[in-house]
């Protein structure tokens, strides 16, 4: 007797940092679209996650790719997500019924679809043109990031039951679920299977989160796997910011210490500005980063905090953001030391001014004396 299918959804999410910071009430009036609240956790929670400035949500409707080798033949739905702190996503979603072999073929075929790309990134120009007053100090070119999320239906029999148990699927489908997480075809080592079924996440029985830094596996019912969705691709969000304020250090770190060996009095001189601008920036990005850490609330939802220290970490969020980190206090050095050597300069001038006037009050009163 043949397995019965499985039953779920592909879900895409391509992000994109277009700005410093969107102004969400604007674009709101000017979309005319409503602001989007996460959906309760768990329906047992006493409360709930929730946004302190929720994405603004724009329905896309159905987009066709022009790929047939793409699951549902390149259609998909699609949806647009603005973000307060400067990130857009794009989500595409289609659903599938497939046995697992072709839901690991699918999947990895998938992860690594030009064709995706190409019709996400037309969406976010296109939904952008439309946005740009709204849009505070637009990046000229934008950094970008793709996730990719499984989601195996799992909804109750009339009996209540469920098909699956989150422990039974890592042992009896691990390694199809690391493969599906990682996008490959052939059989990975028990090494990487281990490392990618480490941290698995279930709150019930019948309930499984297996993330990755490209993809996440979820088995879960419809509404349950929603909050997931979301975490998920605020995670995402978290790890662009984080990169762009890291490029930005980057190139600013590098222009400062590339005129540091540079002489001259003029020089030392603009050190101050440099030092104004350098920590200017700094605080801008401590600001930005407050923003974005508070931007989200689990309230009285432990599991769902958990979920998310753990997606962040697998997606990698936490790499950036100790990088971000470090460049930061090495910026707040180099205020403290640019700020000492203009001081020093200043002072050599002052100095320098006060011999001057002495010299030539010397030379008046011996010229006067003559």
């Known amino acids: 007797m043949p397995e019965t ?3 779920g959804s592909f879900r895409i999410l391509f992000l994109y940092d277009v700005c410093e910071e969107i102004r969400l009430d604007e674009l709101r009036t000017h979309l ?15 409360e709930y996650i929730r946004f302190e400035r929720p994405p603004l949500v724009q329905s896309l409707g159905q987009i066709i790719v022009p790929d047939e080798t793409l699951p549902g033949g390149g259609t998909f739905t699609g949806e647009l997500n603005y973000y307060e702190y400067g990130a857009i996503s794009v989500k595409l979603e289609v659903p599938f019924s497939l046995a697992w072999p072709d839901l690991v073929a699918l999947s990895a075929r998938w992860l690594t679809s030009p064709a995706l790309e190409a019709a996400a990134l037309r969406l976010a120009r296109e939904s952008l043109e439309k946005a740009g007053p709204t849009l505070l100090r637009p990046n000229a070119e934008w950094l970008t990031e793709d996730y990719y999320i499984i989601h195996v239906l799992n909804e109750p029999a009339p009996d209540g039951t469920y098909r699956f148990r989150g422990v039974d699927l890592i042992a009896q489908n691990g390694p199809d679920i690391a493969k599906i997480v990682r996008g490959e075809l052939a059989d990975l080592s028990p090494e990487e299977q281990r490392e990618i079924l480490a941290s698995p996440m279930s709150y019930y029985p019948h309930d499984l989160m297996v993330a990755g830094w490209n993809a996440a596996f979820l088995c879960d019912t419809a509404a349950g796997a929603l909050p997931s969705v979301q975490l998920l691709e605020y995670a995402n969000t978290q790890l662009l910011e984080f990169r762009y304020y890291d490029a ?7 222009k400062v210490h590339s005129g540091l060996g540079r002489r001259g009095l003029l020089r030392r001189w603009r050190l101050a500005r440099e030092a104004k601008t350098l920590n200017r920036l700094r605080l801008d990005i401590r600001d930005l980063t407050e923003k974005m850490d508070t931007s989200i609330k689990f309230l009285s939802d432990m599991f769902s905090a958990r979920q998310y220290r753990m997606a962040a970490s697998r997606i990698g969020v936490d790499d950036y953001r100790r990088l971000v980190e470090s460049k930061l206090h090495t910026a707040g050095d180099l205020y403290t030391f640019l700020m000492d050597q203009f001081h020093t300069s200043r002072g050599f001038v002052l100095e320098l001014i006060v011999i001057i006037i002495l010299v030539i009050e010397l030379v008046f009163f011996f010229l006067g004396k003559g």
């Open 5 to 7: 299918p499985l039953q």
């Open 248 to 254: 930005v250090l980057s190139r600013v770190l590098e």
């Open 32 to 46: 005319g679209v409503d602001l989007k609240r996460l959906p309760p956790a768990r329906p047992a929670s006493p």
